[in-house]
């Protein structure tokens, strides 16, 4: 795949409009959140559960994430991504010095 900010590029995601892109923290803590996330399903939902059927377990599940989104508060990220950027070229650095 072309580098994001290039011609090649910019041509790619003009001629397929549906396609967006999507820039994630070079930390990794969106992941984090999705693994806390499946640990709090795991605890409050589905330990000690006692489930007849898959269709069970899914409608269980289903039931505990409409409830949880009830009161959900977004996920904010605190650091702009010039500071996310200026990391990773550090870290690039640090890596070829070794």
């Known amino acids: 795949m072309p580098d994001t900010h290039t011609a090649a ?8 409009p ?9 930390s ?7 693994e806390i ?14 489930f007849a059927s898959i269709k069970d377990l899914e409608e269980n599940m289903e ?3 409409e ?8 996920f904010v990220w605190t650091k702009p991504p010039e500071h996310l950027l200026g990391k990773m070229k550090l870290k690039r650095t640090i ?3 070794n």
């Open 9 to 16: 590029m910019t041509d790619l995601l003009a001629a397929n």
């Open 95 to 97: 890596s070829t010095q």
């Open 63 to 65: 039931r505990y994430i």
């Open 18 to 26: 549906r396609v967006t892109m999507q820039f994630t923290p070079t």
């Open 37 to 50: 996330f499946f640990g709090i399903i795991t605890r409050l939902c589905l330990k000690r559960g006692t």
């Open 67 to 74: 409830n949880y989104n009830k009161d959900a508060q977004p």
């Open 28 to 34: 990794c803590s969106w992941l984090k959140m999705v």
